[in-house]
């Protein structure tokens, strides 16, 4: 039996959040931003963590997931280590590639393409189920386009919005700094010049709140199931935008799961189910060339 399945989201930030827009040929990386119409009529500039950005963040968690429970590393080709981990590429093959029948197996067998979808086996992409809403901040702003209401006061995008400045450290002075090779005199003074760079990156602080979506269509209880352990998951320790190894991005997520169809997914264990068929699943990866 299938089902509709959808969560509402609220995230948290716990440290500050960024995400690089368009323009950013400087040393100054501002934050993306869409355009929204206010209900005065005028259009603001508001900044917005894209679905895509939260989507890849939850696919590469799900390949991680099917990574450890599976184990294939140096079993599967590369072009199918990218449908898993970032959707992959749509590229031409010789022989049938992935039949209608293909198609169905390896979403019963590979729950990651089944959720996020992905593209190999020279055919057309392979849909996912899995929708994922753009991450909206509460802010004055977007008061009129969020779809709940916010406790307290909302700030304009203007009164939180900050700018992190960063710099590398020219360390070459120093007794930790390793010993270089040797340069030819005329290269020496171009090799000591000074590294030190400034750069700032546009933010959102610690303490903002968004809102977004997850819908599932149609999902089997088994893709309901690995959904909900990525879901998890990321809950546990995701994190939203970028910059994440400099520890921008901690968020604390709220989420509120209904049924829209069909009934309550039945309760299945994805790992006890798909783990005693581990031949046909890397069966069915190879079909991903």
């Known amino acids: 039996m299938r089902s509709s399945v959808r969560w509402d989201v609220e995230l948290i930030a716990l440290s500050s959040i960024s995400q690089k827009g368009e323009d950013s040929g400087t040393t100054t990386t501002p934050f ?31 390949e991680e997931l099917f990574r450890e429970q599976f184990c294939y590393e140096g079993q599967i080709s590369l072009s199918a ?19 209608g029948r293909r198609r169905q197996q390896l979403r019963e067998l590979v729950p990651p393409i089944a959720v996020f979808g992905g593209n190999g086996g020279g055919q057309p992409p392979i849909d996912g189920c899995l929708k994922v809403g753009k991450v909206v901040p509460r802010i ?57 760079m400034r750069f700032e990156v546009e933010t959102l602080p610690a303490g903002t709140h968004f809102e977004t979506f997850l819908r599932m269509d149609r999902a089997t209880p088994i893709e309901v199931s690995f959904f909900g352990d990525v879901w998890e998951r990321f809950a546990r320790d995701g994190s939203l935008g970028g910059r994440s190894s400099i520890g921008h991005g901690r968020v604390r997520v709220e989420s509120q799961r209904v049924v829209l169809a069909g009934r309550e997914p039945e309760p299945v264990d994805w790992r006890a189910e798909l783990g005693p068929r581990r031949d046909d699943v890397i069966t069915a990866l190879g079909w991903l060339t």
């Open 32 to 62: 993306r931003r869409e355009p929204v119409i206010q209900p005065d009529g005028t259009v603001a500039l508001v900044p917005t963590v894209s679905g895509n950005s939260l989507r890849g963040a939850l696919r590469r968690i799900a």
């Open 81 to 99: 280590a990218h449908a898993l981990r970032n959707g992959g590429s749509l590229t031409k093959v010789s022989g049938d590639g992935l039949t």
């Open 140 to 196: 004055r702003e977007t008061e009129s386009i969020v779809t709940r209401p916010f406790p307290g006061p909302l700030l304009s995008c203007f009164e939180i919005f900050s700018l992190e400045s960063y710099s590398r450290f020219d360390d070459t002075v120093t007794r930790e700094f390793p010993e270089p090779i040797a340069v030819p005199d005329e290269k020496k003074a171009q090799s000591m010049d000074s590294m030190l």
